[in-house]
Every structure is written in structure tokens, then in C-alpha cells.
């Protein structure tokens, strides 16, 4: 059985249908990118799988059980983690604090919740920033405390909300070697959401495209860029019409 | 082994906030050795007492930023389980007083399911409702003496008695609410490290993000909310026994649950010194203002205008109160 396994999940806003019958299947090791234009139903989905919205029909199994109403605490325990795309830093947590707050779901101690948030900043290159407040440090730099937060939960599996939305491109490289070192070194399945195409394109072993709360395509980054639907998803049916031949 | 050593452990704050904090509990220590007024010695103790109300309400309200503006009600539960007890069974205080605190703390996890469903405002209005429903109730119940309220007789109990903790001189009281308040900054210590502690702040910072790092928000704002109503319920049994007579429209009005969470607040909510120094500031300009304008000139209320003011200030200057002034400054100096 795949780690986690969509099946038919629906979700419903009153009259207005975020996701529509979406289903698919996330490998342990994999390295899933979920691409999609604006409204497409990404963040929606990803908050359905956490657990903070209930699904309104489908169901969803993780590791072996079925999660699809659990509570996100409960979600996050079985050991599956998340980020946000906005984080709102009160700053009353420094960053060592932050990322000790996802270690303490493994563990009482706070000592060893503290020496495991240390070696994670470590891991992370982060570990200079430790004693700052969350909204003294820049943002690219927030995002990675977010993403230690999430690893310091210990999860199987982690789900990445537009972490580099907003970065400029030498932020986007350095978010995408981190990325690259949750997967690898650290064996944690990943799955993002993206906007930025070339990220997506880049690292993922595999490439999920929404559209209006559909999936109108899975496959690897190259068969995706030369999709049909997806072109026509992101660049409207005029162009796929005006360049049918190159697609042939 | 560990939680001992954690509640011990003030090595995270600056050398000088432990001088400082060493200087003070030794003045506290030493103060009624030195000559005294009663009225110095009452307010004293007032202060002690209020700090623990504050460090109790800044485990929810400061570490959770859950405005709990209901904690009289739990002075109330405790000073009258305290206080029946002794006079219908002759129960002294030591047993009484846990007595209290768990009658407390069920009443706290009852009324907490429901209230943290509520948020912000919402959350902050209802649990003042909730404790002047419990003051209505209590006014008109006989068995708690009602509106009259009851009347401990220390010549039934001649004093000093050290069970049922009832003394003629107030240096006896002192002693008790300071050691109370020692083991008060101990335990508010161990907590802001512990796992529970840092789950409150996390909820502060950002309710859905704690959740989603396996936090289960509801739960945990209930128990810090039983842990705070511990505090205050403790500190409730104290005050029957140090004043002897209570009834719901002084132990269980809305002004005191309004005076544990602005002293809390001026002193900076979500710091351990934060309630200490609030208790610190008002304590003694309340019973000053009481003793001096409100008797002489006749201007009751006054207190009352000069909160308002604070209030407004602390929102306006800093919302993290005087604490939060001090780091301020601390943090531009490091850069």
C-alpha cells in the first residue's frame, strides 16, 4: 500500500466545489510537486489531507489507516507534517523555540526537545539565527524555521505550501537544497504546492497538475511541461490552438 | 529528576534579573522584622497574594493569550469551601484548602469544555458571565450563608492555631502567603519550559499552526485554565482565613477578576516577573488611594478612573506591559 492514497476526495465551499472527485497515490520516498493556477484548489486540498477542513465525500488513507476525519493534531501525529503558505510570526517564540515546539510532540522533555531543535537548526544551516524572534529574521529564512518546525514533529511525510513564494531566485536555490535534504538525508517524503514552475520542475520526481478542483494530469516534470491541458490550463485554449503544431 | 532540576533552573534570564529577584525575596523575607505599620504589613500581603492570583491568570491568559476576565469566581469557590468547612465540621485549612482546589478545578473543566470553543473577545466576555452567574448563585444560597455571607469567630478557634491557619498578628499570614509565593514562582517556572507550556505559547502565536505540529489546542487551553483556577483557589481558602469574613460581593465581584488580569497585563502577560511587578505597582497605589483620597476627600471610585487610564497606556505604549519595556530596551542594546 502507497504511504497515502487519495480516493475520490470532494470538497464543497456552499455551492462552490474546490476539488472535485481528486484522486492519486504518494509513494514512501517520493518527491511529488502539485502545480496548479490560482484557485486551482492546491492550498484546499492540502488543508483537507491535514485534517483542518472536513472532506466533504472521498476518503483518504495514510500509512496503512484511514485519516479522513481526524483532526489536524491528530493527522500530524500519525506523521504527517505541513507548513503554511502564510505565517503570521507574533514573535513571541524565538526560532529555537519554534522549532522546540514541533520537537515536543515526540517528546516530554524539554531538554531533549531542546538538543534535538539544535541539531535540526544545525541541519537547516540555521543554527546562527537561534536566539532571534521569528519576525526579526528574514523571510526566506523564516520559511526554513517553519520547515524545521515541521521535521522536528518527526514526520513520515511533508507537506510544503508555496514555500517559496515571494523568494528571489538565489532564496528559491537555497530553499530547494533544504528541500532536497528533507527528501534525501532525512528520507521524508515530500509533496509541495508551487507556483514557482521551475521549483516544481526541478526537484519533483513526479508532478500533480489541479485545474478547477480537478487533476487533469500526473506524470514526470517532462511530460507535464508538454501537456495539452496543462498548457491550456495556464496559458488558455487560444494558445494551445495557435501552437497545435508544435505539440504533435 | 528532570522537573526538579527544570523548576530550579533560572539560567536563561540575565544575571541581573536574578539579582535583582534575590534581592527582593530577601527583602521579603526580612520585612516584618523591620518596623512596620499594620496597614504596610496588610498591604503586603495583599501584594503577595495578588502576585499569585497574576502568576496564576498568566499561565492562560499571558503563555495562552486566552483573556480569562472569570478568576473571581474561583477565589470564591475556594475561600467558601474553606470557610464551611471549617465552620460546619470544623475541617482546618490544610485539608480544606485542597478540598477547595478540587471543586475548583472540576468546576474549571466544566465550564472550560464549553468556553474554549470561544474565542478572543467572545471567550473573554463569557467567562466574566460565567462568574457573576456563580456570584448570583452564591448570594442567594443559605448553605454558603447567602448574601450575608459567613463569619469565622476567632474566639471559637482561639488563635494562633497553625492547622486552621487563624492568627491574631498579621506576621503569621505573611509568612504562609510567602512561602506560597515562592512555591508559586517555582512551579510558573517549571511551566513556561515544559511541554505544556510551550504548547500555550505556540497557541498564542498561531492556533492552526500549533495544531497542525500535533497540538490538540482544546485540551491544552483547558488544563492551563484548571492550573491557573489552582492558583487562584489556593490563594481564595488563604483569604477566607486570613480575613474571617466573606461574602460573594467581596470575594466573587467582577472587579477582582478584573484586578488579576490588568495587574497581570501592566506587568507584562507571558513573563514570570510580569504579574510580580504589576502586583507590585497597583497593589500598593490601590490601598493608598483607598486609605488616602477615597476616605478623606470622599472621592470614591478614583482607583477606578486611574485603572482605566493604565489600561489605555499599556495598550497604547507597549501591550506587553512593563516587562515588555524592559526587553525592549534590553534588545536595542545588544545591536
Partial sequence: ?248 | METLKSTFDFSDFPRLDITVAGAVSVFLLLFPVFPHSAFAMATMIQFLMFSLYGMGWNTIGGYGGQVDLGKAQYVGIGAFTTTVMLIRWDIPFWFSMPIGVCFSVMWSFMLGYPLFRLKGHYFAIATIAASLVLKDIFEVWDFVGAARGLEISPIKYSPPDFLRLLFKEDIYYYYVILAFFFIGILYVNWFRKSRLGFQLRSIKDNEEMAQSLGINAHWAKIKTYAIATAFVSVVGSFHACYIKNIEPEDTMSLDISILIALMAMLGGAGSLWGPIIGAGVLIPLKSYLKEWLGAQVGLVGIDLIIYGAIIMLVSAVEPRGIWGIVEKIRRRKKE
Avoid at chain 1, 534535538?116 to 524572534?133: C, G, N, P, T, V
Wanted: hydrophobic share 40%; net charge negative; aromatic share 6%.
Fill in chain 1, 1 to 248: 500500500m502507497a504511504l497515502l492514497e487519495v480516493h475520490g476526495l470532494t470538497k464543497k465551499f456552499g455551492g462552490l466545489t474546490a476539488n472535485d472527485d481528486v484522486s492519486f497515490k504518494v509513494n514512501e520516498g517520493d518527491l511529488i510537486g502539485m502545480l496548479g493556477p490560482n484557485g486551482a484548489g492546491k492550498s484546499t486540498l492540502f488543508n483537507c489531507l491535514a485534517g483542518l477542513y472536513p472532506v466533504t465525500s472521498g476518503h483518504v488513507f495514510f500509512d496503512g489507516h484511514e485519516i479522513t476525519d481526524l483532526k489536524s493534531h491528530e493527522v500530524a501525529r500519525r506523521g504527517m507534517a505541513r507548513t503554511f503558505q502564510v505565517y503570521a510570526a507574533s514573535g513571541d517564540l524565538s526560532v529555537v523555540e519554534n522549532v522546540m515546539v514541533g520537537c515536543f510532540m515526540r517528546t516530554g522533555s524539554g531538554f531533549k526537545a531542546k538538543d534535538r531543535a539544535k541539531d535540526i537548526l544545525k541541519e537547516f544551516k540555521l543554527q546562527h539565527l537561534s536566539d532571534y524572534m521569528l519576525s526579526e529574521i528574514p523571510v526566506a529564512a523564516q520559511k526554513r524555521v517553519t520547515m524545521a518546525t515541521a521535521v522536528g514533529t518527526e514526520p513520515k511525510m511533508l507537506l510544503l505550501d508555496e514555500v517559496a513564494a515571494g523568494l528571489n531566485p538565489l532564496e528559491i536555490e537555497e530553499i530547494m537544497t533544504t528541500i532536497r535534504g528533507i527528501h534525501s538525508s532525512m528520507g521524508i517524503t515530500v509533496m509541495l504546492i508551487e507556483h514557482v514552475m521551475e521549483l516544481v520542475m526541478n526537484i519533483s520526481d513526479r508532478v500533480i497538475v489541479l485545474d478547477s478542483g480537478r487533476k487533469i494530469a500526473e506524470g514526470d516534470p517532462k511530460a507535464i511541461a508538454n501537456n495539452p491541458d496543462v498548457i491550456k490550463a495556464y496559458l488558455g485554449e487560444r494558445y494551445v490552438q495557435e501552437h497545435a503544431e508544435e505539440f504533435k
